[in-house]
């Protein structure tokens, strides 16, 4: 059974960086694609990026282009996400997850999430 589990987050100030790790347990990762998704205070649970199986496709929601990058080694079961120029309104807890296929998911077409890992930008 795969598990995913996020590090990285912390507290840094706006316009700093952070590169957040997800580890998936299990043989199916290197065959899925996977997902970073994120839940600010209040609000609604969204989509930040995606990467398919081999890294030919990644796809980035429009509040983040051109500040993060999704990136994954399979050899070593881990999708990052590198997050640059961040903004007090990044502050989320963000969430890995794997999607069910191996090409770039549908919002819905993830079927595994990790715990989360909070990320606080201050002003």
């Known amino acids: 059974q795969v598990q995913l589990i996020e590090s990285g987050g912390g507290l840094?100030?706006?316009?700093?960086?952070l590169r957040l790790s997800c580890v998936a347990s299990g043989r199916t990762f290197s065959t899925?694609?996977?997902g970073w998704f994120r839940q600010g205070p209040g609000k609604a649970r969204e989509f930040v990026a995606s990467i398919d199986w081999s890294s030919s496709r990644t796809?980035?929601?429009?509040?983040?282009k051109?500040?993060?990058?999704?990136?994954?080694e399979n050899a070593k079961n881990t999708v990052y996400l590198q997050m640059n120029r961040l903004?007090?309104?990044?502050?989320a807890v963000y969430y890995?997850?794997?999607?069910?296929?191996?090409?770039?998911?549908?919002i819905d077409d993830y079927e595994l999430w990790?715990?989360?890992?909070?990320?606080?930008?201050s002003s």
């Open 114 to 121: 990790g715990q989360g890992t909070q990320v606080t930008v």
């Open 12 to 17: 840094v100030q706006a316009g700093g960086s």
């Open 96 to 106: 890995c997850a794997l999607g069910r296929f191996s090409y770039l998911p549908r």
């Open 32 to 34: 899925r694609a996977m």
């Open 66 to 72: 051109g500040r993060f990058t999704i990136s994954r």
């Open 87 to 91: 903004k007090p309104e990044d502050t």
């Open 59 to 64: 796809s980035y929601a429009d509040s983040v």
